[in-house]
């Protein structure tokens, strides 16, 4: 028996372009909510500063270049929770990829750091993110931006998901996240663009605060 194929996605055009009232909204809100959040958790940025620097002396803050809307790359901040120069054993990692399809995530990579483990479980390594949203890279809900290496890839129609400003959190990380194969991301991230308003926008930040007080499988 063949195997079923998997139906995908149709990407409604209309919700890409136009809708000026939502994507002015939406912006409003990234920079007022992004700004807000900046200065309330300064001290927690404090905090796990000075943790990260003292588990291994290197720095805090780790930059990375991802693909963004329309496959402009840009530089995304995170919290470091790897070792020092850990993007140079990605190809000796690569056969331990638990992911199908253009992403790469190992479960127990032995690149993540004591207090790295603490702050991805709990999301807190993605906060630096707020400033790529604040800068207008990225807005707090859309789909996640890929690393180049899994951007080049990329068939036409995994692009589509490139077709609006990446999110900090999104409909495949408040699902599925990590039990998701790429595939599946993909059909996620669309489903998201073509059901995109205010108030799904919404329910997503309201179930991303749920999945960081009770972490599903983030690794």
Not at 86 to 103: F, P, S, T
Not at 149 to 164: I, P, W
Not at 180 to 194: Q, S, T
Not at 196 to 216: E, M, R
Request: net charge positive; charged share 25%; hydrophobic share 40%.
């Amino acid at each position: 028996m063949m195997a079923q194929e998997v139906k995908k996605v149709e990407l409604d055009p209309s919700k890409v372009k136009g809708r000026l009232v939502y994507h002015t909204v939406k912006r409003g809100f990234d920079i007022l909510a992004s700004g807000v959040a900046l200065v309330l958790l300064s001290p927690l940025f404090g905090v796990l500063t000075v943790k990260i620097k003292k588990e291994d002396g290197g720095p805090a803050f780790y930059s990375q270049t991802r693909i963004g809307k329309n496959g402009k790359p840009f530089k995304m901040w995170k919290f470091r929770s790897m070792i020092v120069n850990a993007d140079k054993m990605v190809k000796q990692l690569e056969e331990q990829n638990e992911i199908d399809g253009a992403m790469f995530k190992i479960k127990d990579d032995p690149r993540v750091t004591k207090i790295g483990h603490v702050i991805r479980k709990y999301s807190l390594d993605e906060l630096p993110q707020l400033w790529n949203v604040l800068k207008g890279d990225m807005s707090l809900v859309g789909p996640r931006p890929p690393l180049p290496m899994e951007g080049a890839d990329y068939t036409d129609y995994d692009k589509l998901r490139l077709t609006v400003i990446p999110g900090c959190t999104g409909l495949w990380q408040v699902t599925k996240r990590n039990d998701a194969d790429f595939d599946e991301m993909v059909e996620l991230d669309l489903e998201y663009i073509n059901n995109s308003s205010l108030w799904f926008d919404f329910k997503i930040l309201l179930k991303t605060v749920g999945v960081v007080v009770h972490p599903n499988s983030a690794y």
